[in-house]
């Protein structure tokens, strides 16, 4: 969601803080804004819409020479998208950004004066606050303690203050937040692509800890107790976040799909087994049951998971969506694993779940696609996806990549009972699986050309049975998230217990029908629709007569590998009709790449 970026040093402040900004457009934002202290000066430029704005409004500001400065990129969550509601937030002679939100911001309104206040945002508060504590204490970074003991909620944080020009004060709480150094250049984001290239090494800030830095010092501390900062070199190379010549982002990690599949695959297929580094048999015993909790896209994946587990493991599982497991009033039993998954590992919900789990002793999970990110180091086991750095908002790689871990996780499961030949042929399918997910040019192109008659219509269906319900509930989403057409997932078989009343030639299905796992079934839930005259596209290995459209699949030994093939079919037709309707398919209307809050 929003974004962070903080500098310390003596380089051209502004073009870093744009430039870092530009690295986390991918997360969502609907406006922007810098604040600069140099030579006592603090010089504000704040935008609305893309960063553009940002730049052309602020082509004065910023210079050479020692100075701090804090970025931000704002998605809406107190206030409409407007220049006072953009942060950084203003006081007399301090400026403030802020991620998450300040849960007792109406409090502390009211406690502070009222009409100094001139946004609607909850950032605000703590400006306000600050320069009040300031009052009331000599020493800035007391001030600045006494300010974030009052805050409920989540939040990162970067402040800047005349009373201490040289400083940023920092502070995180289930929000992300990093500070790296390189000599006596000090840098702040809320992920790793800003610092990439500038920071040598990185600490990746845990709930609870604060501080503040200057130049050549960070000191840090948490519970009133300073403490040393863990560093780490920081060299993922920046190449792997730019497009490579493909249109956008999401196009670049479509195609990378068949890539990182086998980087999720690597050191864990053995000819024989699954193995997992990470995790030891042991962790396993006394586990009866298995709770995959997930939002969006990862739910997805959970649950494709879930029915894999079943089959293959023969241990009880169950998806949940993340926000809503929160407030049932779940019934935690101590035997069973707790599985969080997440794409950043910093999903606000997925998160507030875990922790659930953990209060109640739960054995826990995680599969994310980041490293050293909240989720992951919250839980007892981590297994990353490896799938690198996805910047379009609507996920393609993470998700394959989970799924497949997922796979690999349930064969993990099951293989002491499995027939040797059952298992034989599971490994032998995952391993098929970069080849599964390569892009024939030809079949881009079908779907190309097709898209443009799927532009119009009242709403389109995704159907399919068994794993292809929830491949079908993705198709929808994709869709819906950068095409701004009405989809709904639906299992095939449901849809004549209400659905099919909608049915006519303005009714777009999108039929999932794998020659390898209840083929008939399939078949004749289309038979039923295709006599309402739904426009029917069908995706399969096997041409089907009925179909108005039929996009073909290679004929797979594997339902898995039909899936991982369809998965590339509807990633690639969301994006194909996004792009035919003009829309930004890297950065969907309203949405954000990781949801920090609630």
Known sequence: MCGIVGYIGSRNIKEFLIEGLKELEYRG??????????????????????????????????????????????????????????????????????????????????????????????????????????????????????????????????????????????????????????????FFASSDAPLIGHAQQVHYLAD???????????????????????????????????????????????????????????????????????????????????????????????????????????IPARAEIASEFRYKEPLLRPNTLFVAISQSGETADTLEALKMAKRANLKTLAICNVDNSSIVRLADRTLLTRAGIEKGVASTKAFTTQVALLWMLALYLAQRELPPSTLERELQSLLHLPTALRVPPQLHERIRRLSKRYLHGHGFFFIGRDIFYPLALEGALKLKEISYLHAEGYPAGEMKHGPIALADPELFTIALMPKGLLYDKIKSNVEELSARDATICAISPTPFELADDYIPIEEQEHPMLEYFQMALVLQLLAMEIAIRLGNDVDMPRNLAKSVTVE
């Open 29 to 186: 934002y609907d406006s922007a804004g810098i604040a600069i202290l140099q030579d006592g000066a603090l010089h504000i430029c704040k935008a609305v819409g893309k960063l553009e704005n940002l730049i052309n409004k602020c082509a004065s500001i910023g210079h050479e020479g020692f100075g701090v400065g804090i970025g931000h990129t704002r998605w809406a969550t107190h206030g409409k998208p407007t220049e006072l509601n953009a942060h950084p937030h203003l006081g007399e002679f301090s400026y403030v950004v802020h991620n998450g939100i300040i849960e007792n911001f109406k409090t502390l309104k009211e406690e502070l004066d009222p009409d100094r206040f001139v946004s609607q945002t909850d950032t605000e508060v703590i400006v306000h606050l600050f320069e009040r504590e300031l009052r009331n204490h000599s020493d800035p970074f007391k001030a600045f303690e006494a300010t974030i003991a009052r805050l409920r909620g989540s939040f990162a944080i970067l402040l800047i203050t005349k009373a201490a020009p040289d400083t940023i004060f920092f502070a995180r709480e289930s929000s992300p937040l990093i500070v790296g150094t390189k000599g006596e250049e000090i």
């Open 208 to 314: 609870g800890e604060y501080g503040f830095a200057r130049p050549g010092e960070v000191v840090l501390f948490h519970d009133g107790r300073r403490i040393e900062a863990s560093y780490q070199p920081l060299t993922i190379d920046k190449e792997l976040a730019q497009k490579g010549g493909y249109r956008f982002f999401m196009e670049k990690e479509i195609y990378e799909q068949s890539e990182v599949i086998g980087e999720t695959l690597m050191g864990r297929v053995k000819e024989d087994r699954i193995e997992f580094e990470e995790l030891d048999r042991t962790f396993f015993e006394g586990i009866d049951s298995i709770t995959l909790c997930a939002c969006g896209t990862s739910f997805h994946a959970g649950l494709t998971g879930s029915y894999l587990i079943e089959r293959l493991a023969k």
